[in-house]
């Protein structure tokens, strides 16, 4: 939860005074001339920057929504001109901008970019670091100095660096390679992998907005971030990206087609802000059961609550399954995967609900909770429509062949 300035005490206002709120704008003002001076003289305004990045942090903490609101699209539009390392620490001052009420979508374009940029940064590491080896480490190490920054232990030299111990020049001595991996590429990986965790928290403030979403699937920003944090996820779990994945997989305004085979009865659903299975189960039993439309038992209402907006309060609620959810094809869709795994057909996303094989349960919630989730009923199939569509689709595969 982020601290509101603007909460009361003994009846009186404690947000940022005047004073304060002046500050903070001439910190802005003072990190936009500095990131001018880098761009007019790369080696000579380190300091200067430096200086006003620390300043502007420290005002920033007790800033309000209007102030945030202010100052978010500024720091963002500072982004790409500033140096890699500080980079990441300015994102996570434009994500606080854009929890406390900045515009998320006029934020969000400098940020996804630096997450692209530190994602490549971080793939090329682990490739540079199984190429270069532990041979390569060690003639790195001999001619640099510690094996960690001012450790003495030994690691296994073929560990990827642990960011929050080692030094990030040794990591760049090592995996730089004329005529391979010159120095500055190899400053961006190590940047990215040094990094990429901050990058994850300020991407993962904008991301929970829909219209960030919608524009970055629009734009083809989104596909592209899904497919490198699905690259990183399968080289590397040194950060955890699983939230911002299911994040980035959300879909909005989303039709979903569904069809019941027992009964022969076909629904046209619409979803949004839906980030996983389980709570994609959950709606549908809410809708389609809850709804009178087909048998069975309808939720706990706290539990329909927690798959859409309430939040975790400590409580523990069980939600019970109803279906089994197959694709057209006959493939399993997992309550542990995503409503993206649901495949497109003739333009919708279509879902086959069959009888359970054995019985499921699960804690109630969202995965993402700071997004809200809802399904909606737009409209019941005609019977002749919702027949020839189940005479398209294949019998479930047998749970042995569905988890191969």
């Known amino acids: 939860m982020v601290f509101d300035p603007h909460s009361a005490q003994d009846g009186c206002p404690t947000g940022p005074s005047d004073r304060q709120q002046s500050a903070l704008l001439g910190a802005v003002a003072a990190l936009e001339a500095a990131v001018a001076g880098l761009t007019e003289n790369p080696d000579g305004g380190g300091e200067r920057f430096d200086t006003a990045l620390r300043r502007l942090g420290g005002l920033l903490g007790p800033a309000g929504e209007a102030e945030s609101a202010a100052v978010g699209p500024r720091l963002a539009a500072l982004l790409l001109d500033t140096p890699?390392?500080?980079?990441?620490?300015?994102?996570?001052?434009?994500?606080?901008?854009?929890e406390r009420g900045a515009d998320p979508v006029a934020c969000a374009d400098g940020v996804l970019a630096g997450l692209r940029e530190a994602l490549s940064g971080a793939l090329l590491l682990i490739e540079r670091w199984a190429e270069t080896g532990a041979d390569a480490d060690r003639s790195a190490v001999r001619?640099?100095?510690?094996?960690?920054?001012?450790?003495d232990e030994e690691q296994d030299q073929d560990a990827l660096p642990d960011p929050d111990r080692e030094d990030p020049g040794r990591a760049r001595a090592?995996?730089?390679?004329?005529?391979?991996?010159d120095g500055w590429h190899a400053h961006r990986a190590v940047a990215g992998w040094w990094t990429l965790?901050?990058?994850?928290?300020?991407?993962?403030?904008?991301?929970?907005?829909?219209?960030?979403?919608?524009?970055?699937r629009d734009s083809g920003v989104g596909g592209v971030l899904t497919e490198l944090i699905d690259r990183y996820r399968e080289r590397s779990d040194r950060h955890d990206l699983k939230g911002l994945r299911y994040l980035a997989a959300a879909l909005d305004d989303?039709?979903?087609?569904?069809?019941?085979?027992a009964s022969g009865t076909g629904y046209l659903l619409r979803m949004d802000g839906l980030t996983d299975n389980f709570q994609l189960h959950t709606l549908l039993i809410e809708v389609l059961v809850g709804g009178g439309h087909l048998p069975g038992t309808r939720p706990d209402p706290e539990v329909v609550a927690l798959s859409r907006t309430r939040w975790l309060d400590g409580r523990r609620f069980i939600?019970?399954?109803a279906f089994n959810l197959v694709a057209p094809d006959g493939g399993w869709i997992w309550n542990e995967g995503m409503p993206e795994d649901i495949p497109v057909v003739d333009g919708v996303r279509t879902l086959v609900l069959d009888p359970q094989p054995y019985e499921r349960s699960w804690a109630a919630g969202r995965f993402v909770e700071q997004v809200p989730g809802d399904l909606r009923l737009e409209r019941v199939l005609e019977p002749a429509e919702a027949a020839a569509r189940l005479a398209?689709?294949?019998p479930a595969l047998p749970f042995e062949q569905a988890v191969r």
């Open 84 to 98: 890699l390392f500080p980079r990441a620490h300015l994102a996570m001052m434009v994500g606080a901008c854009v």
């Open 319 to 321: 939600a019970t399954g």
């Open 197 to 216: 965790q901050l990058w994850q928290q300020a991407a993962f403030a904008l991301c929970t907005h829909a219209a960030v979403r919608r524009a970055a």
């Open 392 to 394: 398209a689709a294949a």
């Open 143 to 151: 001619g640099g100095g510690d094996l960690r920054g001012g450790g």
């Open 174 to 181: 090592r995996i730089t390679e004329p005529g391979r991996t």
């Open 254 to 261: 989303e039709p979903l087609l569904v069809l019941h085979r």
